[in-house]
């Protein structure tokens, strides 16, 4: 009787709990990891390897020093584009971008960089200023700033932030609230609405799902 209880057991366990439980891990990575698009230049979904790669880049950041892609090295890795003077949407997106820096705190392995649009005024004293008033960990995150040009192609072919060409000349300029996830192969996983809580909720969540 005993015998019979046991093979019952194994059978249940084989034939019905073992598949269930295959069933639901396959579903969860195809529903978490796998879900999270890729994306290419101007926000084009991409369906097969080679996945667009964000390209390294180089500018100083609030303490007059450079920050690189040695920063975002083998990490998971949120970028959006701000300037310090801006009335509208920037205080709403830095403000939920200190959510993410407080969500991770404690973890090594996420890292923000938050580049200027306006690098004629942002320059690194102002930068410092703006790190302290929102209570930015440099440990953590980075505010770059640089040449217009090479900011302006940045956001353009490096992390596709806005659609509209340009040459990063006087008259041009760039004005997003997107955040932008990525890999830690550098590649680009999401854009998001920095202005919205849902959004970011999504975000952190997104971030965790990477890890």
């Not at 996420?110 to 410092?128: G, Q």
């Not at 004005?175 to 202005?195: A, F, Q």
Request: aromatic share 14%; with cysteine; glycine share 6%.
């Amino acid at each position: 009787m005993k015998n019979k209880k046991q093979i019952s057991l194994l059978f249940f366990t084989v034939v019905i709990v073992a598949p269930l439980m295959i069933f639901g891990a396959v579903n969860w990575y195809q529903h978490s990891v796998s879900g999270l698009p890729y994306y290419g230049e101007k926000y084009a979904i991409e369906k097969s390897k080679p996945y667009f790669t964000v390209p390294d880049f180089e500018f100083t950041n609030q303490d007059s020093t450079v920050v690189n892609q040695s920063f975002i090295k083998n990490k998971v890795w949120v970028a959006n584009y701000f300037f310090t003077s801006c009335p509208s949407i920037c205080p709403q997106m830095m403000h939920n971008l200190t959510k993410v820096q407080a969500a991770f705190a404690s973890d090594n392995d996420v890292r923000i960089v938050s580049f200027t649009v306006d690098p004629e005024h942002d320059l690194p004293t102002r930068l410092k200023w703006y790190a302290q008033r929102y209570g930015i960990n440099a440990a953590q995150w980075q505010l770059a700033t640089g040449t217009k040009k090479d900011l302006y192609q940045f956001a353009r072919k490096g992390l596709s932030v806005v659609a509209t060409d340009g040459d990063g000349g006087e008259g041009d300029f760039i004005h997003s609230d997107h955040l932008v996830l990525v890999d830690k192969d550098n590649h680009i996983r999401g854009y998001y609405d920095g202005t919205s809580d849902l959004d970011v909720k999504k975000l952190i969540a997104d971030i965790k799902t990477l890890q």
